[in-house]
């Protein structure tokens, strides 16, 4: 239960994440001479790199697109999340704070990239889908100067991992002493029944079943 609670909070964060970063790109000045800026500016850094001002003006179509998905996959684990016992409330306030005050900075700078690929692995190596040794492989980050996969440091993914329940845990309290009620009250009333998940959850969560087809390949 706790390795599919944490899963489900590191994919809604991770969906909140790139909901919100499409929508922020349409809101920025989006013509040839910015674009350029762009692409100089990168190119300065990784000067190994073939770029085109192309690539930096973006469709505004494409990119409401992916925020509405986005949006969908976000409610998607918050489902999953409320079907696991953590309101709806809690995990979109959960999201604001990191987002917003850095409060789990690995989760902030890439752990939003990474994290779901490892609480996937955990998940998928309890359920005996998988090795602990193909669980272990998954447990790098790529570098973004070389594209190289590195292994982590399981210590940080574990101070992570105390971090994200415990700011889950105070804003639980916070909310449940906002609604007068005791914090099991208030989880219990916002839980999402059996019956209207339609299922065991993960298995019926077609975002996950779409990692599972990639890990597979």
Same mark, same amino acid.
């Given at each position: ?6 899963? *489900?909070?590191?994919?809604? &964060? ?5 909901? $919100?970063? =499409? ?5 920025? +000045?989006?013509?040839?001479?910015? *674009? ?12 190994? +790199?073939?770029?085109?001002? $192309?690539?930096?003006?973006? =469709?505004?179509?494409?990119? #409401?697109?992916? *925020?509405? %998905?986005?949006?969908?996959?976000? +409610? ?5 999340? $409320? ?7 809690t995990i979109t306030a959960f999201c604001k704070n990191?987002?917003?005050?850095? #409060? ?16 996937? *692995? ?18 790098v980050e790529y570098s973004v100067f070389t594209g ?33 009620? #005791? ?6 009333? #916002? ?15 077609? &975002?996950?079943?779409?990692? $599972?087809?990639?890990? %597979?390949?």
């Amino acid at each position: 239960m706790r390795v599919l609670r944490l899963h *489900a909070i590191v994919r809604a &964060y991770s969906a909140y994440t790139q909901m $919100e970063l =499409n929508r922020e790109i349409m809101l920025h +000045k989006n013509d040839w001479n910015t *674009a350029e800026k762009t692409k100089c500016l990168i190119e300065f850094f990784f000067p190994d +790199k073939e770029l085109k001002v $192309e690539q930096f003006i973006y =469709n505004q179509n494409e990119l #409401s697109e992916k *925020a509405l %998905d986005f949006h969908d996959e976000f +409610k998607s684990w918050i489902s999953v999340a $409320e079907f696991l016992g953590i309101p709806e409330k809690t995990i979109t306030a959960f999201c604001k704070n990191v987002d917003k005050t850095c #409060s789990i900075f690995r989760l902030k700078s890439t752990g939003h990239l990474h994290y779901p690929t490892y609480f996937n *692995a955990i998940y998928r190596f309890l359920d005996g889908k998988i090795t602990k040794e193909d669980m272990m492989k998954s447990f790098v980050e790529y570098s973004v100067f070389t594209g190289k996969a590195t292994p982590i440091r399981l210590s940080w993914l574990r101070h992570s991992v105390i971090e994200i329940e415990k700011l889950i845990n105070e804003i639980i309290l916070k909310q449940a002493t906002r609604s007068g009620k #005791s914090t099991d009250e208030f989880i219990k009333e #916002s839980q999402l029944p059996e019956e209207k998940f339609a299922g065991v959850p993960f298995e019926n969560n077609k &975002y996950l079943q779409r990692d $599972e087809k990639r890990n %597979d390949e």
